[in-house]
């Protein structure tokens, strides 16, 4: 074979010539950064772009997702018009039906969710999905969801349409090339090799599918993903099936449809996937296929048959078996690595890549371009994850599960239940053997809710009440009454430590954290824009010591934030400390005199303010006590050495059963947290969400000496009444029963005005309580939420709710509705 020849260098190398790869190319372009050179080492889209079904829907489970697919579908429309070469994209809509009632409510409550973001859907009868589409029986179905600006693409003709639209603006696209290695200096990416010579690169992007993994392994990256089989059948000519005929999900039978030729192609997500390559991918895997797999494939011909009995004589033209890389959590991975600088990646698209590319090509571009994701997307964010997350045999078993979760039921807390326990806390026998129900977050086993001797330890999923609800109720009230005790040894925690750690720090918190020792202050980690990259509590050990308390779900992403804020030869070192401690939070109004029973330490409000962290004795054990609150009520999170975690639960078990000391899990906390109005990052704090529109400018020191990021920005919002027209409220239901879990929409006056972002009954107030995120054309003040009529639509129907500003419960005020 004739050599290739390379450049010897570009400004950016992108590994991957599928959809995702040339997407990236095709947007880098576009925006003007045209010194590209795209290395494929098979032909275009050989990998697993060639064989998808090309269906492109739009509604996912996460709102980021959804809007880069509302992206991709306005490119494909127009893509050939700007390149000459077709896409096969057609706006043919979809159909979802639901077989059950609980899936109906599901359809209602994504319908809602939808059109909150813009997407067109309408409901529709169990009649007129079948006048969409005839060839189906509709006997047992419930209704559905029609959906017209969904459509269908050719995979192949799309992805070298966009290689051709990277072209023509300069990129250079290379087939025949192999990436064999990855080099680096100082903790940065420098070029790769590649079979056919070395180019020298400033940035070199990661789309290489399932490859992606060992890619990444070339340079210490993780890039979490597993090969797993997936497949569809292609018929034989069916009458009545047509070019225009929408695309068919019946996610109740885990199956889709679409015309091809006259005839279907159907396919699904069966709820136990097959994992592939555990041993690597085998060389020259190019435009290849599996064995055909009737046996994994007989549960979704079943459903299939149900559906279009037709189908029982109809021949089948073709199997298509191809595997597809999927994550621990069925979202696709983007960003920038946290453990290799100019290194990004864009691969594990769980089998929505097709769809995803187009907007998932353009947030990658600008990411790259920016340095920073320029919207929320923490949901696909590569910082989601952590080094044991690539763990070949917890993957392998993991991807089993998330295939399937595309039409699993997404019940709200639905836990995933492969692969665990994966990261146990010191106290998990223990809390186990008093009856807890253990949920997952970044790994960790977490008690949700304690079941009560006798009872089964299983939540059992529903959209209305679960199963815990008393048991919650009683964790609620013994924390806003008398006193409880979470175990929250999951919470990330980053020790920053040197000479500069102070001003370093002060730059990259919004608050002061120039502080005296003992201070422990909340801040958000703001960007330029002035919205959250984080929040978190900061707890001056010494002069040149802090200790970050985060969210379980961020230490990788805020320890690279912070490290990649910290100026360049600073003396500053950041060092995850998160599995050397646990953390036990002892919350209620009791919590004090149960505290004293178990320590020398002064307990009062003078010698130990809110705000303010010791080391104490606790037993046996030296711990740090640190006067804080996510409940909203008295009480201290001790921060315990793990080999003593054991020792000071059982201390403190011992010394507060007089005082009815009890256990709480995750579901008690989130309710106790949402009644109080306490923002959660991730939820109501997003990157595009500034501490004024949150309610949290008292976090902010504007007056500190020094500069801050985000704080241009937020001096300017500051000044402009029109960023008040965005905010974050809290709405109370007016009926008890009804049962909120997030996601819903929230209309003022009946005009859809945004999002509950997150929801819980509200045990105190006896309704469920939500904090939303909601746009108005004016200034959005306490008035404002008096004089309008505020309501939620649950599943279809309206719920009036009161809205506030700041919450009305206050353990010092008048309860509004007081349980005592
Ligand atoms: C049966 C099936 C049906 C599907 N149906 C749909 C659907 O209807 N809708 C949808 O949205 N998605 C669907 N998908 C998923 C979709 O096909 C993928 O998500 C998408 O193709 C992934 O694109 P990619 O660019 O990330 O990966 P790929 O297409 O695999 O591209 C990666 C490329 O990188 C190259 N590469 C790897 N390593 C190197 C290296 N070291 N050097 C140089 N090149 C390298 C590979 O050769 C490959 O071409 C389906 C998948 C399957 C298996």
Known sequence: MAKINLPERAQYVIVGGGIVGCSVAYHLAKMGHTDIVLLEQGQLSCGTTWHAAGLVGQLRSQPAMTNLIKYSTELYAQLEAETGLATGWKQCGSVTVARTDDRMTMLLRTAAAARAQGVEVEVISPSEAQEKWPVMQVDDVLGGLWMPSDGKANPTDLTQSLAKGARMRGAKIIEGVQVTDVLTKDGAVTGVVTDQGTIEAQVVVNCAGQWARSLGKMCGVNVPLHSAEHMYIVTERIEGVNPDLPVLRDPDGYIYFKEETGGLVMGGFEPQAKPWAMDGIPDKFYFQLLPDDWEQFEILL????????????????????????????????????PELKNFFVGAGFNSMGIASAGGAGRALAEWIVEGAATSDLFAVDIRRFANFNNNPTWLHDRVKETLGLHYAMPWPNRELETARPFRRSALFD??????????????????????????????????????????????????????????????????????????????????????????????????ERGGFESDL???????????????????????????????????????????????????????????????????????????????????????????????????????????????????????????????????????????????AWGRELTPDITPLQAGLGFAVDFAKPDDFIGKAALLAAKA???????????????????????????????????????????????????????????????????????????????YVAKAYLRTPYDPKNERPKSED
Request: charged share 20%; hydrophobic share 40%.
């Open 302 to 337: 079943e459903n299939a048959l149900i559906r279009v009995p037709q189908m029982e004589h109809t021949g089948v033209r073709k199997f298509y078996n191809g595997p597809e890389s999927f994550t621990p959590d069925n979202n696709y991975l983007l960003g920038e690595a």
């Open 430 to 527: 223990r809390l186990a053997g008093k009856g807890a129900v253990f949920g997952s977050k970044m790994g960790w086993e977490r008690a949700n809710w304690f079941a009560n001797e006798g009872q089964k330890r299983e939540t059992e999923y529903s959209f209305g009440r679960q199963n815990w609800h008393e048991n919650v109720a009683a964790e609620h009230k013994s924390t806003r009454d008398g006193v409880s005790i979470f175990d929250q040894s999951s919470f990330a925690k980053l020790l920053v430590q040197g000479r500069d750690a102070c001003a370093q720090l002060n730059r990259i918190c919004a608050a002061n954290v120039d502080v005296a020792v003992g201070t422990t202050v909340y801040t958000g980690l703001l960007n």
């Open 537 to 679: 509590t900061v707890l001056r050990r010494n002069e040149q010591e802090f200790l970050l308390i985060t969210g379980s779900a961020q230490p990788v992403h805020d320890a690279d934030w912070i490290r990649k804020n910290f100026s360049k030869d600073a003396h500053v070192f950041l060092t995850d400390v998160t599995s050397a401690w646990s953390v036990l939070a002892v919350m209620g109004p009791k919590s004090r005199a149960v505290l004293r029973k178990v320590s020398k330490a002064n307990f009062s409000n003078a010698t130990f303010p809110f705000g303010s962290s010791q080391e104490i004795d606790l037993g046996y054990a030296t711990v740090i006590a640190n006067r804080m609150t996510y409940v909203g009520e008295l009480g201290w999170e001790l921060i315990v050495p793990v080999e003593f975690t054991v020792g000071v639960y059982e201390n403190l078990m011992r010394a507060g059963a007089e005082f009815g000391l009890r256990d709480a899990g995750y579901y008690a906390l989130d309710g106790l947290r949402i009644e109080k109005g306490y923002r």
């Open 720 to 798: 402009d009444p029109a960023h008040f027209n965005t905010r974050i409220v809290q709405l109370v239901l007016e009926d008890g029963a009804a049962q909120l879990w997030g996601g819903e929409a929230v209309s003022c006056d009946g005009a859809e005005i945004g999002e509950v972002r997150s929801a819980a009954y509200g045990h105190t107030f006896g309704a469920s309580v939500a904090l939303c995120l909601i746009e108005a054309e004016e200034k959005i003040t306490a008035d404002f939420l008096k004089n309008h009529r505020f309501q939620i639509d649950l599943a279809g129907v309206k």
